[in-house]
């Protein structure tokens, strides 16, 4: 038995292997992309980030006195990444309606409405990054079966754990709140 190589042979052999070893890296990348990203990731960077700029605005006044969702926008206290979320109903200040602060209060919330089952765990059990855990007080999650309090050192302990949430959180209608201070 013999073997031949010529040329041509050796230059189409690798041009298919050049082509073959792009397609791979393609479908790779596209791989991690499907099952790497998370949307949700981004949405709770967006609250933690507004969160921030919030805390920020208000350091030096007594309170958050009259914020509320519509002069957080007013002020430009959201992010514009996070106004792009309109399947949820995203509001700020006092209570799920986001109302007008008083002098004396020394939090604020942020609240997601109408979450479906996998948004409201995902949202509710990602990673809280360090420089959020200083300005993070709880994490409630509210629908029509029950009212869940999730916050440091209590009876259900922020950082939520993975799996804690599948059984509180409903196929829709979920709403949740985080508390900042």
Known sequence: MKIYFSAEDFKENIWKSVLLFLALIVALVCLFYVFGHNPH??????IFASAG????????????????????????????????????????GQGLEGGNSL??????????????????INLSELPIEKNAQLILQKITIINEVNTT?????????????????????????????????
Not at 103 to 120: E, G, M, T, W
Request: charge should be positive.
């Open 41 to 46: 990731k981004t949405l709770q960077e967006d």
């Open 103 to 120: 002098p004396s209060d020394l939090s604020f919330n942020i609240v997601l409405k109408h979450l479906n089952k996998s948004a409201c």
């Open 149 to 181: 309090e999730f916050a440091w050192g209590g009876e259900n302990r922020l950082p939520i754990a993975k799996y804690a949430t599948r059984d509180i959180c409903q196929p829709a209608e979920n709403t949740l709140v985080w508390t900042f201070n």
């Open 53 to 92: 700029k919030i805390h920020s605005y208000y350091r030096e006044k007594p309170g958050y006195w009259q914020l509320s969702t519509q002069t957080a926008r007013e002020d430009k206290l959201i992010m514009k990444s996070l106004l792009k979320y309109k399947e949820y109903d995203i509001q700020v």
